[in-house]
């Protein structure tokens, strides 16, 4: 089955204490992003990746890192957490970038983190 | 800088009426547009799409209207059903650039 798979879905952590959430797909896609969805402020993109080794800024990049050593899988990094960190967070991926279909974008299920 | 957005944050519709999800967007430039569903736990799922040069694409139950002149973008969902509640997004797609969402809308249908 086509997906994308992202852990842990739920997570509560605090201030400082460096974490990771994995993102993986299984339909070989070249590009990959992360999100973060919050009240009154939609989807919002962190990061995203056009293909191995290749990462750049979304609009709300501060705060994360990301990495794409392997095309499958993408993890976000969040170095120093902060409470403003609070939120859902979506990975997705498709297949390439100009000209590609846009009916094969696929998000994760979501990962709900809490930071006090 | 580009932007989509919505005109209406809620809409509430009685089952099996007509429902239409309005948005507006800044980039001529955008090569696509798509709506997206979200239910509530899940993530965004792809709806319908529509290329920039056409004005109008149906799928099941689903229409969508691209008005270039004023930058206006519109999903008709017919015979509205209680699955169809929902958050609905619209987003644009110019290109190497990445997606950008509108805020959403909250679809309710009323049994």
């Known amino acids: 089955e086509a997906q994308v798979t992202q852990n842990p879905r739920y997570l509560i952590t605090v201030t400082g204490k460096k974490l990771t959430v994995t993102c993986s797909q299984n339909m070989n896609h070249e590009y990959m992003s992360w999100y973060r969805q919050d009240p009154g402020l939609g989807l919002r993109q962190i990061y995203y990746s056009m293909n191995v080794e290749v990462t750049d800024k979304g609009d709300v990049p501060e705060g994360y890192k990301v990495s794409r050593k392997e095309k499958r899988n993408f993890p976000l990094i969040l170095e120093s957490p902060s409470p403003n960190q609070t939120s859902l967070y979506f990975c997705?991926?498709?297949?390439?970038?100009?000209?590609?279909?846009?009916?094969?974008?696929?998000f994760g299920p979501g990962t709900r983190l809490t930071v006090l | 800088g580009e932007s989509v957005g919505l005109h209406l944050p809620t809409l509430s519709v009685q089952e099996g009426d007509n429902s239409i999800i309005n948005c507006a967007y800044s980039?001529?430039?955008?090569?696509?547009f798509i709506w997206y569903k979200q239910e509530s736990g899940k993530g965004p799922q792809f709806i319908i799409d529509?290329?920039?040069?056409?004005d109008k694409r149906q799928g099941q139950r689903v229409t969508v209207l691209l008005n270039k002149t004023v930058k206006h973008l519109s999903l008709q969902i017919a015979a509205t059903q209680p699955g169809d509640s929902a958050v609905y997004f619209c987003a644009g797609l110019s290109g190497n650039t990445p997606l950008v969402f509108g805020k959403g809308t909250r679809l309710s249908v009323i049994a």
């Open positions: 997705a991926s498709r297949p390439g970038t100009s000209g590609a279909p846009t009916d094969t974008q696929y």
């Open positions: 529509i290329r920039s040069n056409m």
């Open positions: 980039n001529s430039a955008s090569d696509y």
